[in-house]
């Protein structure tokens, strides 16, 4: 499969899972069209073209040719320099790769992150939420963000993909969406009753028994293993955490518990006081399954060798 259209898969099935409904989506791809169009010629040679046609801004070719053919590629969770030069080295000794695939964002892709953060207050809405507060919660979180990656050396890694002339691609906020809409339908569809019910139902995945047996499995952060899950939200995609003053608001809504990837000391600390349990499942793992579920979409389509690095493991379903 050519690596344009691995990018297109991504986007149709990153759309495919996410929690906003389909008028949600399209409002978002207008608007940033909107935006576009509204920009002086000299502006719009800044403006990332790629927004127009997906809604992931953590979802990016970084580096290679799109129409190169992709027979095998390395997948890791974080793809830093080392293991670029480590899939130069097996390039040398044969083994190279059409493509190597990080979950986690770089370069542009890391750049514009909080741009994917306004999907949250899409959900927030579709949680309960009053439109003008869901925007007024996010809105400051997402500048927060925005300021703190505004200082990040995004074009280290992708410098090195482009000296070393290797492929590289991230896909994070589609594999988010389908881990939490797996779980959350998982979830959903069990109801479990008591917080160790929710971490026995993780511990049915491969991805998180892997993630236990290494130390870092499902944990629960708030509560007793007895307490009552009551209302489950699953919150694991939206680019990063949250806004910490919406969790009153979750509480109002009757939410009882959080199934979450990680969550900040200061976001703990606001969970607490609004007496919500929190299951934490764990993030490598949880991005593991997100991975695993849309690589598996992925080589329904094609014919894909896929080798393991960087806190990722392969298991198909």
Same mark, same amino acid.
Request: aromatic share 6%; net charge positive.
């Given at each position: ?46 403006? $990332? ?16 040719? !799109? ?17 670029? %030069?480590?899939? $130069? ?9 059409? *493509? ?15 741009? %994917? ?7 927030? %809405? ?25 200082? #990040? ?20 906020? !589609? ?12 979830? $959903?569809?069990?109801? !479990? ?5 929710? #971490? ?5 995945? !491969? ?6 047996? *290494? ?16 209302? #489950?939200?699953? $919150? ?82």
């Amino acid at each position: 499969m050519k690596l344009k259209h691995i990018y297109e898969c991504f986007i149709r099935e990153g759309i495919w899972a996410d929690p906003r409904t389909p008028q949600q989506i399209r409002k978002a791809l207008q608007e940033k069209r909107r935006e576009y169009r509204k920009r002086k010629a000299a502006a719009r040679k800044f403006f $990332d073209s790629e927004k127009l046609k997906n809604p992931y801004a953590d979802l990016r070719i970084l580096h290679g040719d !799109p129409q190169v053919d992709v027979k095998r590629m390395l997948v890791g969770i974080d793809i830093d320099v080392g293991e670029l %030069v480590m899939a $130069d080295r097996m390039a040398q000794k044969g083994e190279g790769f059409d *493509l190597v695939l990080a979950h986690h964002p770089k370069g542009i892709a890391l750049a514009g992150l909080d741009d %994917v953060m306004r999907l949250q207050t899409d959900l927030l %809405v579709n949680l309960g939420i009053k439109k003008s507060i869901a925007g007024d919660l996010m809105g400051k979180r997402i500048q927060e963000v925005a300021r703190n990656l505004h200082s #990040v050396n995004h074009a280290r890694v992708v410098d090195a993909a482009k000296l070393l002339d290797i492929p590289l691609m991230c896909c994070h906020t !589609p594999a988010d969406n389908h881990v939490a809409r797996y779980l959350q339908k998982l979830v $959903d569809a069990q109801k !479990p009753k008591t917080l160790e019910q929710i #971490v026995r139902l993780l511990m049915k995945e !491969p991805e998180y028994r892997y993630a236990a047996a *290494l130390q870092a499995g499902p944990q629960i952060l708030i509560g007793k293993a007895k307490n009552e899950a009551g209302k #489950v939200f699953v $919150d694991m995609t939206g680019g990063t955490e949250g806004s910490k003053d919406v969790f009153a608001r979750l509480s109002q809504l009757g939410v009882r518990t959080l199934l979450g990837m990680h969550y900040s000391q200061e976001h703990f600390r606001r969970i607490k006081s609004e007496h919500i349990n929190v299951v934490n499942a764990g993030h490598i793992a949880s991005d593991n399954l997100g991975m695993n579920l849309i690589l598996d979409r992925l080589t329904k389509k094609a014919d894909i060798e896929i080798v393991c690095c960087s806190g990722f493991r392969r298991f198909r379903r």
